[in-house]
C-alpha cells in the first residue's frame, strides 16, 4: 500500500480522532463507589503490579483483595499494566499508591491512562492492521482496496468503544 494513499493518511488521522474523541466522553462507573466501573479496575492493577511482587498478583492477601477488582487477566496484560504503572508513579505517585489510591480519580491520571492506550494502539494495533492488509493479502489486491480495507479495520466502532469509552482495554 503507497504511503501516498490520501485514503491512508485520512483513515489514520480518521481512527486516532474517533478514539480522542470517544474518551472524552464519562466512563461506566465514574465516581460510583464502591468499585468506581473499569478505569478503576485498571488503575488499580497498575497500583497492584507496580506495589507487590509478581507472585502476589494472582493471590489474595491483604495488600491484594481479589474481590476488588483482582487481576483476572492473563500475566501479559499484568506487565503491561506493570509497565503503565511505573511511568504513572514517576509522573505522580498519588496515582499508584498501595491502598490509600482506592477509587482516585483525575484529570491528568484519565489523560495519561488515555494517552498510553492511544500509544500502544499506535504501536502495536496500527502496525498490525497495516502490516497485515499491505503484506499478506494475496498481490492482486489494488493499493487502494487495500486502505481501505485497512482504515474499516482501524475504525472498528466495538474495539474503539470498549478501549477509549469503557476503558476495557482490549487491544492493548
Known amino acids: 500500500m503507497p504511503m501516498t494513499d490520501n485514503v491512508w493518511y ?17 466512563h461506566s462507573g465514574a465516581a460510583t463507589p464502591p468499585m468506581f466501573g473499569d478505569y478503576e479496575a485498571q488503575r488499580h492493577w497498575m497500583e497492584v503490579t507496580v506495589n507487590l511482587e509478581p507472585n502476589h498478583w494472582y493471590t489474595n492477601t491483604t495488600d491484594n483483595d481479589l474481590l476488588y477488582w483482582g487481576l483476572d487477566y492473563p500475566p501479559l496484560t499484568a506487565y503491561h499494566s ?37 500509544f500502544v494502539d499506535l504501536l502495536i494495533y496500527f502496525s498490525s492492521i ?31 468503544l470498549i478501549d477509549y469509552g469503557h476503558f476495557q482495554l482490549s487491544t492493548t
Open 82 to 118: 506493570y509497565f503503565n504503572g511505573k511511568i504513572a508513579q514517576y509522573l505522580n505517585p498519588l496515582w499508584t499508591q498501595l491502598h490509600t489510591s482506592r477509587g482516585f480519580e483525575s484529570y491528568y491520571h484519565k489523560l495519561f491512562m488515555r494517552s498510553s492506550v492511544l
Open 10 to 26: 485520512f483513515g489514520n488521522l480518521l481512527a486516532v480522532l474517533l478514539r480522542w474523541t470517544c474518551g472524552q466522553f464519562p
Open 130 to 160: 497495516y502490516n497485515y492488509w499491505s503484506i499478506c493479502l494475496k498481490p492482486d489486491f489494488k493499493p487502494r482496496d487495500k486502505a481501505v480495507n485497512c482504515v474499516i479495520s482501524l475504525i472498528n466502532p466495538a474495539l474503539i
